[in-house]
């Protein structure tokens, strides 16, 4: 069988770009359904950092009464991808390529996760993509407890790709 490469197009959903231009992009993503549905409340602190919170509710208890896992990662997953797609523009790609959470303790009550990334990392990759035409990046961050500790540890890898 002949392997041939497929293009996906690649652009923000005509939805997402209505939310965001008519509520803005906290919003937007308060009415998001998984997101709505468990109470993740994400916070565009400036162009290189967003703070994303979640309290415990019903919605988003497991069956022992702590946060459920799947509303711990979701809470993560998409806000490196987002920091890098506002910062590099529309001649970059920028897909998820991997992710992995480890759950260090039980979460009660609020918690907490902050994503940055610095100028220099953006300045770092468009002067890499200028002789490479892709490369994945691994970005960390924790979900941070009421009591200041370590709720679990996400590490995601992204594929970036220069498109012109």
Not at 48 to 58: E, R
Not at 98 to 111: L, M, Q, S, Y
Request: glycine fraction near 6%.
């Amino acid at each position: 069988m002949r392997h041939r490469e497929i293009l996906l197009e690649y652009k923000v959903h005509p939805l997402w770009q209505f939310l965001e231009q008519t509520y803005g992009f906290e919003q937007a993503f308060r009415m998001f359904k998984p997101y709505e549905g468990a109470n993740i409340q994400p916070q565009l602190v400036d162009k290189n950092t967003m703070v994303v919170s979640m309290p415990l509710i019903l919605s988003n208890t497991n069956y022992v009464g702590t946060h459920f896992g799947g509303s711990l990662y979701s809470m993560c997953d998409p806000f490196f991808m987002f920091l890098l797609m506002m910062n590099l523009g529309k001649d970059y790609m920028v897909w998820d390529k991997g992710a992995k959470i480890d759950f260090v303790k039980p979460g009660e009550g609020t918690v907490t996760a902050t994503f940055h990334i610095p100028n220099s990392e953006f300045e770092d990759l468009k002067e890499l993509l200028k002789k490479e035409k892709k490369t994945i990046r691994t970005y960390e961050t924790e979900v941070i407890g009421e009591d200041g500790k370590t709720v679990a540890k996400i590490t995601k890898d992204l594929y970036i790709r220069r498109l012109v």
